[in-house]
């Protein structure tokens, strides 16, 4: 039996892999929703005037994964029309131009999922145990 492509699913990822827009945009893509929001932050080659040649990531991997989670729930809760959320950070070393962090939301209409990725990097930040260190 394979899985109904409407059926709303949170794809959550931690990785020392590059991370591929393409596989966020495909993971999130549905027949019913008209809009796919992303979010790709990446590495910037400055920080408060210092030169940035790579960041590094770590996390508590267990609690990042269930904060992430609670996220999705969140979104979920706002957004009701919400059908697929991806989240993926990667970890370890990332250069500049990489990227570090990708959001993919689907919904029918682009108001849900626009507010809805914005919402999940802003949180993303407060509240996922993933630390950076710069490398300058």
Do not use: N
């Not at 979920?76 to 989240?87: E, N, S, Y």
């Not at 930040?125 to 630390?131: G, L, M, R, Y």
Request: glycine letters at 6%; charged letters at 25%.
């Amino acid at each position: 039996m394979s899985e109904d492509v409407d059926s709303p699913r949170d794809l959550i990822k931690l990785t020392h892999e590059k991370l591929s827009s393409d596989d966020v945009s495909t993971s999130v893509t549905c027949p019913s929703c008209g809009a796919i929001s992303m979010f790709i932050g990446t590495t910037r080659d400055s920080f408060e005037g210092k030169t940035v040649i790579q960041l590094e990531y770590e996390a508590y991997i267990p609690m990042a994964e269930s904060e992430m989670k609670k996220i999705c729930t969140s979104i979920r809760a706002k957004w009701p029309t919400v059908r697929h959320i991806c989240i993926q950070h990667r970890l370890g070393v990332v250069p500049v131009t990489e990227a570090s962090v990708m959001v993919g939301i689907s919904s029918p209409h682009r108001v849900d999922s626009l507010e809805a990725v914005r919402f999940c990097i802003d949180t993303l930040k407060a509240t996922v145990p993933i630390w950076k260190k710069g490398g300058l």
